[in-house]
């Protein structure tokens, strides 16, 4: 899940703005816990995208 779009129970405001301590304690932990948590859903697909392209075009080079 991306912090992008979490909302903290605290302050009311977007986690990823990080106004309050709640919301930077919770950014700074779901940052540490996975290297693609800040990649937006977007970013994802177009990655996914990009891998399938190249597995494409490794398969008509091999073949």
Request: with cysteine; aromatic share 4%; hydrophobic share 50%.
């Amino acid at each position: 899940m991306t912090y992008d779009r979490l909302v903290c129970a605290n302050c009311a405001a977007p986690v990823s703005e990080g106004r309050c301590p709640v919301c930077r304690a919770n950014r700074e932990r779901l940052q540490q816990q996975s290297p693609f948590s800040a990649l937006t859903p977007a970013a994802l697909a177009g990655l996914l995208v990009l891998l399938i392209a190249a597995v494409a075009l490794l398969a008509t080079r091999t073949a």
